[in-house]
């Protein structure tokens, strides 16, 4: 069993205390520190130390549960002395789901056999010596050794970041500059040509003059990578602090962009919108979809469009076992050829925790109508 030292106790830190007690049988929380140390005794029996009371502990390894991941492991390294390969930046939930993926590719991992599927041994070889991850790839260490850099706009009182030389805000509740760094290249991370969550590819690729949707758009980069070529594009998107951003990375462009607030599935009701409803006499060539695993409902409220219309589309499919399979049968039965991404990814959605199924999955399914 690992012995563990938390450093960092917001609100991430206490998700993943509460995550490893409840569901790891491989993790032992032996001590939580924090700079910010306020004198407490225990959580939940679990001694609250001073940073420099940590060396006292006979641990294997210290998780920093903060974004403040570049100055802690200094802090530890130069100061302390602990050996950086101890020291692990760690996400809520993936410790959790990082036991289970060793235990379900435990031979794998050991070397004891290989993956017929060659991409599947790829991710398998990196995580036999490093942390698993979403994306369990080298790229993802060149984002975290390098984060992007974001700027503040005083008038506007958001920070953004350059995306192909254009300002992206972000939410406001990344409202410091580490904040927001992490944000912004972890949604340059999500597109990077290596990822398999990148939406554009040979197969889908938006061409001048069309027209289309983007379904769950939060920061926009995906309407931002199309903007030059498109005629029109539809942001959807239900948050109002994304919407904010949204309106003013898209000011120079709204000529060709309609933001409409709406949560997009299989009825009407509540800020709940249909496809078919909502876009009923609208010509359009392409659709982009990452909803947090409401994808396949969203389609069945998109039956007559996607029959009427030569459509291209890109939908997430990783956030639920069955979502691939389910999306691909549906489209295919409606007419497209459907393919996946190159790679796989682990969902971390907090649904997770419950159940027994993680796994690697396809991110991006992409179809596009048969001629």
């Known amino acids: 069993m690992r012995k563990v030292i938390i450093f960092g106790f917001g ?48 641990f ?27 020291i692990k930046y760690m ?19 050991s070397g004891k056999s290989r993956c017929e599927c060659l991409e599947m041994q790829e991710v398998i070889d990196y995580i ?33 970041g350059l995306y192909q030389s254009k300002k992206m805000y972000l939410s406001k509740k990344y409202n410091s500059e580490e904040k927001a760094k992490i944000y912004f290249s972890y949604v340059c991370m999500e597109q990077d040509l290596e990822s398999p969550h990148r939406y554009l590819s040979e197969m889908f690729e938006v061409e001048k003059g069309e027209s289309g949707i983007d379904i769950g ?15 029109h594009i539809y942001l959807i998107e239900p948050d109002d602090d994304w919407l904010q951003a949204l309106q003013m990375t898209f000011e120079p462009y709204m000529d060709k962009v309609t933001i ?17 409803r909502l876009f009923e006499n609208k010509r359009l060539d392409f659709i982009k979809m990452d909803i947090e695993g409401e994808e396949f409902n969203a389609l069945e409220g998109a039956v007559h469009m996607l029959e009427k219309n030569q459509m291209k589309l890109a939908v997430c499919t990783y ?7 389910k999306i691909r049968d549906f489209l295919t039965d ?19 925790l419950e159940k027994d199924e993680t796994d690697f999955r396809r991110a991006v399914l992409l179809a596009e109508k048969c001629k």
């Open 11 to 58: 609100k991430r830190g206490k998700k993943i205390v509460e995550a490893c007690v409840k569901y790891s049988s491989s993790v032992r929380i032996i001590a939580i520190t924090d700079n910010a140390y306020d004198n407490r005794e225990n959580y939940d029996n679990i001694p609250f130390v001073p940073v420099n009371k940590i060396e006292k502990y006979n």
């Open 60 to 86: 294997d390894e210290i998780w920093i549960c903060t974004i403040y991941y570049r100055e802690i492991w200094k802090q530890l390294v130069q100061k302390l002395n602990i050996e950086p390969s101890r």
């Open 91 to 109: 996400e809520y939930p993936m410790p959790v789901l990082d036991e289970r993926i060793r235990n379900k590719y435990f031979d794998e991992i």
């Open 128 to 160: 036999s010596h490093k942390a698993v991850r979403m994306y369990c790839y080298s790229f993802y260490d060149k984002y975290m050794r390098n984060p992007e850099p974001v700027y503040f706009d005083e008038d506007k009182g958001l920070f953004y």
């Open 217 to 231: 758009a939060a920061e926009g980069i995906f309407a931002l990578q199309v903007i030059d070529k498109v005629n």
């Open 260 to 276: 409409i607030k709406a949560f997009v599935s299989n009825g009407m009701k509540d800020n709940t919108v249909q496809l078919d």
């Open 319 to 325: 956030h639920h076992a069955l979502d691939y399979t």
């Open 334 to 352: 409606r007419g497209y050829n459907c393919q996946h991404s190159q790679g796989y990814v682990i969902c971390q959605g907090e649904w997770e």
